[in-house]
């Protein structure tokens, strides 16, 4: 084995665990069970939460974040970590806004409760 290969061999290896890539969330990332996710329910129109959630992503995001809006899920590539954001109307005025984020093929729940933070602020603005 070449130096040049044996010294690329732990990028490849981190590539392929697909970390901080929506990759670390499986082969779908649209298919991410939220009910573990970090969520608050914001008093305010779900479609005033989506419209921030999808702004504050894209400051965030290191990428070019994916929205689904017939969905409301949201995926972004935030603090070298893979974030899924959800906007469910619970009922006129009220929004559950629930994050997801893996880092290093691992749960991460501060970095969830950061994004969470983030889309917060805005929405309050």
Same mark, same amino acid.
């Given at each position: ?10 990028? /490849? ?61 949201? /995926? ?50």
């Amino acid at each position: 084995m070449s130096a040049l290969v044996r010294a690329l061999a732990p990028l /490849f290896a981190l590539a392929a665990l697909g970390c901080g890539t929506l990759g670390s969330f499986g082969a779908d990332p649209t298919r991410v069970d939220m009910e573990e996710a970090q969520s608050l329910v914001l008093e305010h129109d779900a479609g005033e939460v989506w419209d921030r959630t999808k702004e504050t992503l894209a400051h965030l995001s290191s990428r070019v974040p994916r929205f689904e809006d017939g969905s409301g899920r949201a /995926f972004a590539a935030v603090e070298d970590g893979s974030v899924v954001a959800e906007v469910v109307e619970l009922s006129p005025g009220s929004a559950r806004l629930a994050v997801r984020a893996r880092r290093y093929g691992r749960e991460d729940d501060a970095l969830a409760l950061r994004v969470i933070g983030h889309i917060v602020d805005e929405v309050e603005r």
